[in-house]
């Protein structure tokens, strides 16, 4: 049986006059991408530039909520009350989808960016808030979480749809959770250490962690970072060493139907 996979990456990051990214190249070798919701990055001609831009790429698209910090890119630690944040997803989902819809395309699913991500993977509380809001704004919508995660743990609890993904461009902790980007070992550079990273924890059905630790966990989807310098080479390898070993890359749909 084909192993069946999706390959995502973060869009819409770009603001006003400010330039993140290289959508346009990257839409080419992926299947879902996640559009920034304006509070880390992005603003509405943005997003909708960037949803034309997959429509016409024949790509899935989901949003990407995330904490209201624009000067740290939504990459800074915060706390707020659960109902403050709840209401903070919702307005983001919202805007994506409303969004899509003018577009003629439909949301398919939600992925947290940043610390508000990293948080809810070892915050189970955070994590359940994060699960909640998404279930009251659309229980069909698919969640994208990383894998062996609180926030993955969440979305099933919720009784959402979740699609567990990896890192291909970001180095593992022992406990899962990814090395912090104030490290020098916390990125994998260079397409080919990235696609050997990928095929190492694909072969092993787990995370692996610098150290060698292995944590199995199931891998619906790979991730490539799209404000990286080697972002499209990497997504373009990734695709191409994948199907050349029998994987078959789809929506994610496909995958949390698998």
Known sequence: MTRILNLNADLGESFGAWQMGQDTELLGSLDSASIACGFHAGDP?????????ARAAGVGVGAHPA??????????????????LEAILIYQMAALAGMARAEGMAMVHVKPHGALSNM???????????????????????LLAPACSALADAGRRAGLRVVEE?????????????????????????????????LAMLEAGAL????????????????VHGDGPE????????????????YRLAGLEAIAAD
């Open 45 to 53: 001609l943005v997003m909708r530039d960037t949803l034309r831009r």
């Open 67 to 84: 904490y209201p910090d624009l000067q740290g890119f939504g990459r800074r630690p915060m706390t707020l009350p659960a109902a403050e």
């Open 120 to 142: 809810a993977c070892v915050d189970a509380n955070l994590a359940d808030t994060v699960a909640t809001a998404i279930r009251a704004f659309d229980a069909s919508l698919i």
């Open 166 to 198: 990896i890192f291909a461009d970001r180095a593992y902790q022992d406990d899962g959770s990814l090395v912090p980007r104030s490290r020098p070992d916390a990125l994998i550079r260079g397409a080919a250490a990235s696609l050997a990273h990928v």
């Open 208 to 223: 692996i962690s610098l150290n060698g630790t292995h944590r199995p966990t199931p891998i619906g989807s790979i991730c």
């Open 231 to 246: 972002a499209v080479a990497t997504a373009r390898a990734l695709r191409a060493g994948l199907l050349e070993r029998g």
